[in-house]
């Protein structure tokens, strides 16, 4: 085509069909992607992420576990500033003791010590597993010795050697008890 052919072909539009050696380069396909390329860019960039959420978790785990031992440790503040006014109460009584000779006054006064104590227990959700005169309660009670009797009905507790305490419904330390068994019936 001449440089006149080509103007002309402009201004009816360009609907004749070029031949390919007439088209434009910008028509021309692009080249392939790259496929390699784009693979490796995407494990470079799920690498990373996976770095940064590994790095993440890792900072939670260590924030979890400082939380946790803060709380902790707030826990046993707390229990000790509730417990240091019971331990003063019983510096005092034996500083007492030791420069009177009334037994007396020295048992009244450890008494109002033991009570601040239980006091003080029960508020901090702390209570006494009782057992005297009940059912033996394997949940509650380890039991350490059986006592042969007809005063009480077999399996109830009849005596406390060390008393257990809950927390909050859960048990801190079982009770240790004696628990009643039927004397044997004699032969005949």
């Known amino acids: 085509m001449t440089a006149i052919e080509n103007d002309q072909a402009e201004a009816k539009g360009n609907d004749e069909p070029q031949t390919p050696a007439e088209a434009p380069t910008e028509a021309k396909s692009a080249p392939p992607p790259d496929l390699l390329a784009e693979a490796r860019a995407d494990a470079t ?13 890792d900072n939670y785990r260590k924030r979890a576990r ?26 005092r009584a034996v500083s007492h003791a030791e420069g009177t000779s ?9 008494r109002m010590v033991l009570k601040q ?8 959700g702390i209570t006494r597993v009782g057992g005297l005169g009940k059912a033996f309660d394997p949940l509650v009670h380890e039991a350490i010795q059986q006592i042969e009797t007809d005063e009480h009905p077999p399996g109830t507790v009849v005596a406390e050697v060390q008393a257990g305490y809950s927390f909050h419904d859960r048990l801190l330390r079982a009770a240790m008890v004696v628990v009643a068994r039927p004397k044997p019936k004699p032969e005949a």
């Open 66 to 91: 400082r939380d946790q031992e803060d709380a902790h440790k707030k826990g046993t503040e707390e229990l000790l500033k509730a417990l240091l006014p019971v331990f003063d109460n019983l510096e």
């Open 102 to 110: 009334d037994a007396k006054a020295i048992g009244d006064g450890v």
């Open 45 to 57: 960039r799920l690498k990373d992420q996976l770095l940064r959420t590994a790095a993440d978790f």
């Open 117 to 124: 104590f239980t006091d003080t227990l029960e508020r901090l």
